[in-house]
């Protein structure tokens, strides 16, 4: 069976230090991954999303980015963060939509506080 | 306007009670549509996807109104493990991937 795995799970970092969220599936070929953020109060929003190695968009203009090393790992980084980083950080995996299952798996999440 | 709104509630219910979440949605072109549940400081996860014809699994109904660009969700007999946030999610189009838009959700708070 898939799995999706997210770390760390909590961390408080100071404005302007470096980030690094790793997220891991295992249990399957080329996933679809992505990267969410949930901020207080507000929807889920979707940062990144990437089809396969190497290959990431992004969806909106930010501090961040992502990267996807192999096939079943995908990155998000900042250099410097700001405290509107703040918020609960999610990945996902999609198989492709043309397998009939257009479901998103999330892992468990990354916690992240600016002070 | 929104891509996805909802109601974001609290709704608060007693054990027992049948309680209606609504959702809108704007893009006439959206593909698919679901529902998620999220526990407290937890993932969210897939409750069910709704079906252009409405759907039903155990004391959870779906339905899907293209025409009014509308979604429902009912639940029977609540019970306090449903307790949670329930996020109305749409596909918007084609593609290769699973660019799914996520309402902020509705809160359920089932009291014994």
């Known amino acids: 069976s898939q799995t999706i795995h997210q770390w760390p799970a909590t961390l408080v970092q100071p404005v302007g230090s470096p980030l690094s969220l790793e997220c891991t599936v295992e249990g399957t070929s080329n996933p679809n991954l992505y990267w969410y953020r949930q901020a207080a109060g507000r929807g889920l929003q979707l940062l990144f999303y990437?089809?396969?190695?190497?290959?990431i968009s992004s969806e909106v203009p930010q501090n961040l980015s992502a990267s996807r090393p192999q096939d079943r790992q995908f990155i998000l980084s900042s250099k410097k963060l700001l405290l509107s980083d703040s918020g609960f950080y999610l990945c996902a995996w999609s198989v492709f939509p043309g397998s009939g299952a257009n479901v998103l798996t999330f892992g468990a999440g990354s916690r992240l506080t600016v002070l | 306007r929104k891509e996805v709104e909802q109601d974001p509630g609290p709704f608060n219910v007693p054990e027992g009670a049948t309680v209606a979440f609504n959702c809108t949605y704007s893009n006439s072109a959206s593909q698919s549509f679901f529902w998620y549940r999220q526990d407290c400081r937890k993932e969210p996860k897939l409750l069910m996807s709704?079906?252009?014809s409405g759907n039903e699994d155990g004391r959870f109904t779906a339905q899907l109104n293209r025409a009014s660009q509308y979604i429902s969700l009912l639940i029977r007999d609540s019970k306090l493990s449903d307790s949670a946030t329930y996020l109305c999610v749409v596909k918007p189009g084609g593609g290769a991937t699973n660019k799914l838009i996520f309402g902020t959700g509705t809160l359920l708070a089932v009291q014994p």
């Open positions: 990437s089809v396969g190695i190497g290959q």
């Open positions: 709704v079906y252009s």
